[in-house]
């Protein structure tokens, strides 16, 4: 029986812990190799040892660095072979409010969340462009639709992956390349424990949601697979909302 992602080749950006970690098992239970970075190595050697490197690898990189893209597009290229698959995923998500956020500190949230996955997929698109199609998949948040109090750089960052999401769709789309957000609610990793334990305001209790309960990385990584599959071949320019109703209301 065919994998539902068999020649799929995927990056995955913030690979060492939380939801990253839940991509990559998921990716590579469905077929594809992929090779995951992060800035902080975390699980993600252990992952290698769980997966295997005929089909998984790991390294250290940093989003925000040009350089760094480069030397993990090479590094699949070498490992498995072009990309056809991106996932960046990698994020910060600190507490900070708009009369006290300083400018650096907001600066340090476009920086990761928007500017890295700017890179991301300018890295990409040329090896999508040879393999004469691909999947690009952008994980922005509920955030991205609605505001939310004392996350006023994270809800800004947010919002431009989806606009820059729609464009680069569009610009892609003759090339066979789509390109999509997922925006998960609130899901149950280290941020969103931060984040819960830092502000009463920015992440309601569990039970105040709709369904009663935050997502599991799985239920988020589920969404990832079908973007990235082509199953999906004719989605590009959406966004995937995994919040359990929460935006509904
Ligand atoms: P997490 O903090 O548990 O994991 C994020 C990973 O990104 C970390 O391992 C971190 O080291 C890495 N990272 C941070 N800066 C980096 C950099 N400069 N270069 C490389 N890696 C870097 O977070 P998570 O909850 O797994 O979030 C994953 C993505 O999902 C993020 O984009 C986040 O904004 C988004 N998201 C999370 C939630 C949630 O409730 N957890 C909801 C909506 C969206």
Redesign the pocket.
Known sequence: MTARLDGKIAIV????????VAHARALVREGARVVS????A?EGPALMDELGEERFSFLS????GAA?WDTVVAHCRERFGGPNVLVN?????PVHALESVSEAEYRKVVD??QV?TFLGMRAVVPWLREARGGSIVN?????AHVGFADLFS?VAS?WAVRGMTKAAALELARFGIRVNTV??????????R??AGASGDAVPPPEELPMGR??R?EE?SAVVVFLASDESSYISGSDLVVDGAFTAQ
């Open positions: 950006s913030g690979g060492g812990r939380g939801m990253g970075f992060d800035i902080h975390g990189g940093d989003v925000t760094d995923n990698a994020g910060i998500s990761i969340n890295g994980i922005a948040s509920t955030a994270y947010k925006c998960p609610g609130d899901t149950d990793t280290p941020m969103l931060a984040v935050w997502a990385p988020i």
